[in-house]
T-cell receptor, first 112, second 114 residues
Framework: DAGVIQSPRHEVTEMGQEVTLRCKPISGHNSLFWYRQTMMRGLELLIYFNNNVPIDDSGMPEDRFSAKMPNASFSTLKIQPSEPRDSAVYFC??????????FGQGTRLTVV | AQKVTQAQTEISVVEKEDVTLDCVYETRDTTYYLFWYKQPPSGELVFLIRRNSFDEQNEISGRYSWNFQKSTSSFNFTITASQVVDSAVYFCALSEANDYKLSFGAGTTVTVRA
């Protein structure tokens, strides 16, 4: 298996633009996590899904952020409109419920 | 409330020294899982170990060892005879059986000098 695949690896966008981050989890995993990493706040859990259903989105910063998992092999995290304070590395991870999570390489987002 | 506390922000050692990273967790669940991850300068997050709450046996894997003590709610990680390649940020994490959300500590930056 290729592991968790995220795209794009890097994204530079202007404030106000829509940004969509994509994630393909490891085949067979039934949990998927979106994390954001910044120097100030460390690794923050934004949302996680079990069996494609959002279980806890309490970490989503505000309404500008939304996440979907239309099927077991794909998830998106969308920011609309983006702001400079959204600049961070966004990680997607997948696991079997209760087991270790495997992370993608991350998407480095810069909003200018 | 923070569930995983890594009190050490940074640790700097000289190669071949041992280094121990502290992790204290908080949970009301009787069934939970503890993890350690490594984030090298390249940025990826690498899984190192998973322990469940019913298994308090210490574990050794090469130069890495882990000490799990439920009495003190700690899951400490020791690198023996450190090497420059061990330089990274190390994260402790907790997952509780009631929701399986994976919560991370703030991380400890380890710098190993040649």
């Amino acid at each position: 298996d290729a592991g968790v695949i995220q795209s794009p690896r890097h994204e530079v966008t202007e404030m106000g633009q829509e940004v969509t981050l994509r994630c393909k989890p490891i085949s067979g995993h039934n949990s998927l996590f979106w994390y954001r990493q910044t120097m100030m706040r460390g690794l923050e859990l934004l949302i996680y899904f079990n069996n494609n259903v959002p279980i806890d989105d309490s970490g989503m910063p505000e309404d500008r952020f939304s996440a979907k998992m239309p099927n077991a092999s794909f998830s998106t995290l969308k920011i609309q409109p983006s702001e400079p304070r959204d600049s961070a590395v966004y990680f997607c991870a997948s696991s079997f419920v209760g087991s270790e999570a495997f992370f993608g390489q991350g998407t480095r987002l810069t909003v200018v | 409330a923070q569930k995983v506390t890594q009190a050490q922000t940074e640790i700097s050692v000289v190669e071949k020294e041992d280094v121990t990273l502290d992790c204290v967790y908080e949970t009301r669940d009787t069934t939970y899982y503890l993890f350690w991850y490594k984030q090298p300068p390249s940025g990826e997050l690498v899984f190192l170990i998973r322990r469940n709450s019913f298994d308090e046996q210490n574990e050794i894997s090469g130069r890495y060892s882990w000490n799990f003590q439920k009495s003190t709610s700690s899951f400490n990680f020791t690198i023996t005879a450190s090497q420059v390649v061990d330089s990274a940020v190390y994260f402790c994490a907790l997952s509780e059986a009631n929701d399986y959300k994976l919560s991370f500590g703030a991380g400890t930056t380890v710098t190993v000098r040649a």
